[in-house]
């Protein structure tokens, strides 16, 4: 909502200045979001003196003009017909930029040969007139080189009002006005409504009938005979354009500015186009058609309120006017309509035929329900007044569900114990009536209002105890504090988790990554993922800003393998990320998803950032499962195991190169290296590896409690043994065994060394172990260490058909 | 022989003294207590001599041995101390050896920091849905169908009563669902709107907040506000509440602090106003608590939503917002 200072000084005295202004409405609630100077391009257009001006020598209408800036003398080339010698004039110097240029600066130029070093100006060229036949002619008292904004005192300001849609009330400059009244201790100042001679009577010549009330509560009409429809004078285009509204013609113009004014939207009808001279309120036939102002055709509903005439409809009530009733230039009989729809309904329409205009704006949030005649009646004086028209006597007001104003009781105390203040009744009252409520006190502590017609927004008593703190500032509630308790709340388990493992992680060189939740649908496919496949049930989004967030993600993978492209592509070929962010199984598209959070990473590039002592190192698979076991160990998670991913459950990760992670019985999730065909679907050149966890599944592996035990008191003996094994013998496999020995002195085992190639035999691999033996309560001998040493190894290898080197 | 192992003895206390280095240290070991050393050697003759002699010899032997050793020791400790005397050292302004350490997103950053701030305050940490009905992010929230309001932001949907909550507002609704106050809560979380531009991404973080009690006042929320936007930015930060609408709350308060660009003076980031909006809030509407099943004349309470991403903004002078998105690590490592 656009206001200007010069136009709301008309209905309230303004003492502050702009900036003043604007603050102290920001802080009544009517956030001003921007204050600009209207004249501020006059700074550049200056008074200058015409000394001489002679005819172009190439073109009849032009002149070439010496004309004095007050420095020095320039020559501009001008084709006013009213130019001539010694005329004060405006002149625009090269740089400026006028309303009227469209944004483009004027420049230095030659006109047919003759230099031209700058513009003498109309006024309407200024937008300080309506005159377009020639050059502003200016007082000749003014001092030559002085600004133009300075010799005319010309100062104007538009204010950009963040209305929020509780104050429709304010979608006028009255209701501006009133805001400013109330801070000055004044009240606002209606415009007159001209009281003109009026002859004959409406009734005669139209009638209105509502056939829906629910939807048209009000309907109100006057009409002007033998209008002349014209451009607005001055004042009305220049009231128009500050406040950024085009004017068109003396008509629509008026309408428009007395809805600037009142907030109420009018329409006006050729009554000449309207068939059997009446209107009709009533709904449209569902898929009739209709066609705008703005030339469009319309496909209306059920549910859509017409205005009709007797035969056809002319407009969409409160919406817009229909092409077939429009005001021409040779309109003489104006029927004026200024009616109250109901919002929901206004806004439905304005929906269903996505056409918002400055009406719809108005009705959907409510406009003042008592408003209807006046703004009727102002408007109806101003048409007949500026085009010569003729006011016919009466107006018709129909008017089947009048406007019942809200009735409320509130308490004193309670007002101040919302609100942390300690305001008299009497204060109370006065500050609601400052903004035109009705106030009574009906007990020491109860006044009873009555809420104005235009505050659609009030239905409660907070709604009240909002407009007590408002007006008296919220600068002024003291700040207090709440009872605090001794104890900080604790965070809970899922987030105090997902927390330590973010630390974690960023130990272990990963940086964490945010992505969006939405992703294109065709990353399914993208992940090669199978038909059947639960991820493929994609959550759609009806309205996406683009199709490649289309989707609700089901994995977390796509976007970190994006974010790795777009690393690598910017020379960050070392990439360590996480995420932790939720995916959305779809249960049909009106239930919400499932949603399970994820925690995913990608590693890629080096093991670590090149350095000077040492080779690059390509990260592997078990870079990746390094993170994750040290993850697991850190959480305290028992029990893991890593097996070998079939063939089938291998989707977007290689086979051969993938393992589940599996805590007690429960799958976690995956490691692997991502498949090259999905590479190549991402666009990746190097090679990826990724984890991918479930962190619910996750987290009910965490223990409940730690336990601890104690440190050992007599020192361990360690034995190795190398053994040869088929290569498709799983290393894992054999620590399990191992683990699995009911052996009170055998502490722990781990794989030493792995060794393919020369000397070992096609197919075969070399394993070594080093097993680690002590004794809680002696030192081992190492007899007894050898016979248990030399028992278990006989074991795995029966069971495994090893051989010893 | 016992001649014999007495000249030994001199003589290798002297080749020790003679030693120049290590190296040298190590021949010497080996020639005279190596396995076929002097010294071992004359050990092992021992038995070859006769029973009576033995006695001395041998005692003699072991005093020869223990000089050796002693004597030998003290020239590697010396000769250790010249080698480090004439070490220059290495080039200590080669690049040390870094474990690699990874690095938070800002987002998660600027979370923790509101949230720890709200949890010594007292407040409870709960999450919500992402995918909302219309339900929680609307309808409980005082929100009518067709009502301007829902205009406040720009919904994604999923179905007509589906939707990717615009606020993590619903939060409110749902906990109020199944406690009875008094009730603290925060709740951190994406969030999703359709725009987007350089102030705006589709998804973003709020953390909301909740308070509710008997007897808790607008002055209250002022109270809490106010402490957690020093602890935030500063205790120099000046904040302001001016009067504003969410359909869940009333009264309403918008909350600016002074730009912390511009100092008040006006720049473009705060549209010349002097001022930054920073966070939502307002007392909760009763038609929420309604919603609830609260008795609206004893309950009343606050609450407050602010955008992550903002605050990170301002804090960390970040002017593109799309920039949290792209997950360019050159971005991610500075924080
Ligand atoms: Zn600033």
Redesign the pocket.
Known sequence: MKVSLNWLKEYAPINKDITELSDSLTMAGLEIETVESRFEYLNEVIVAKVNSAKKHPDADKLSVCEVDTGEKVIQVVCGAPNVRDGLTVALALPGTILPTTEGKPLKKGKIRGEKSEGMICSAIELQIGVDADGIIELDTNLTIGDTLLKALSLEDYTLEIGLTPNRPDCLGLIGVAREIAAMENTSVKFPEVKDLAASGDINEHVSVTIEDPELCPRYTAALILDAKVADSPFWLQDRLLSVGLTPINNIVDITNFVMMETGQPLHAFDLDHLEESRIVVKRANEGDKFTTLDDKERTLSSETLMICDGKKPVAVGGVMGGQNSEIGDNTTKVLLESAYFSPTSIRKTAKKLNLGTDATHRFERGVDPEGTLFALKRAAALIAELTGGKLVSGVIDENPIKHKRTELNLSMMQTNRALGLKLSIEEIKKHLESVEFEVSIKDEDTLFVIAPGFRVDVSRPVDLMEEVARLEGYDKIPVTHPVAPSVSALPPKVTFYRDKIKDMLLGLGMTEAINYSFIGDNNADLLMLPENDDRRKMLGILNPLTEDQGVMRTSVIPGLLQNMKHNNANQNKTLKLFEFGNIFISNGQNQQPTETEMLAGVITGGTKDPVWYQKEDSVSFYDAKGIVEELLERLKIENVTYTSLSVDECLYTRKGYSAKIISGNKEIGLIGKVKTEVKENFDLKQDAFIFELSYENLLSAVPESLNTYPLPIYPSVTRDITMIVEKDVEAGDILKEFKGFKEKLFESVRVSDLYEGDNIEEGYKSLSFRLTYRSENTTLKDKKVNKIHTNMSKRIIEKFNAKLP | MNKAIEDIQKESLEEIDNAKDLKELDSITVKYTGKKGFITSFSKNLSNLPSEERPAAGKKVNEVRTAFESALAEKIVSIKREIEEADTGIDVSLPGVRPAQGALHPVTIITREICSIFSSMGFNIAEGPEVETDYYNFEALNFPHNHPAREMQDTYYVSENILLRTHTSPMQARVMEKEKPPLKYIVPGKVYRCDSDITHTPMFHQVEGLMVDENISFGDLKGVLTSFIHQIFDEDTSLRFRPSFFPFTEPSAEVDIR?V??R????R??SQT?W?EILGSGMVHPGVFEYAGYDTEVITGFAFGMGVERIAMLKYGIDDIRKYYENDIRFLGQF
């Open positions: 730009c660009i511009c008040g003076k006006g720049c980031v705060c002097g930054l």
